[in-house]
């Protein structure tokens, strides 16, 4: 088993930053990847970034590309989602999620296996 707790999350103004951190406890030395995922209110769970636990790769929607940057720190079990140049947008919770198996398709919910409990996170314009 692999337990995820989120923090950082909170109301900014457009154009702001914030970070989220993700702590992994339990089993971490089955997790081969880890990413953040967003959901708004009335839509599904969206992929945001993914990284490689060894930080080999590291994989971003779109939308966040230039804006938001995933970090991780090993010794600390830990890996945190840098978010810039904040939009209205961007508001939604976000969950870290773990792969404990290394296959399946990156952008996809189904591939990770362990989910923490969400931080919401609010840009207003």
């Known amino acids: 088993q692999v337990q995820l707790a989120e923090s950082g999350g909170g109301l900014v103004q457009a154009g702001g930053s914030l970070r989220l951190s993700c702590a992994a406890s339990g089993r971490t030395f089955s997790i081969y990847r880890m990413g953040w995922f967003s959901q708004a209110p009335g839509r599904e769970r969206e992929f945001v970034v993914a990284v490689n636990w060894s930080g080999s790769s590291t994989y971003y929607a779109d939308s966040v590309k230039g804006r938001f940057t995933i970090s991780r720190d090993n010794a600390k079990n830990t890996v945190y989602l840098q978010m810039n140049s904040l939009k209205p947008e961007d508001t939604a919770v976000y969950y870290c999620?773990?792969?404990?198996?290394?296959?399946?398709?990156?952008?996809?919910?189904?591939?990770?296996?362990?989910w923490g409990q969400g931080t919401q996170v609010t840009v207003s314009s």
């Open positions: 999620a773990a792969d404990t198996r290394g296959v399946g398709i990156v952008r996809s919910t189904n591939t990770y296996t362990y």
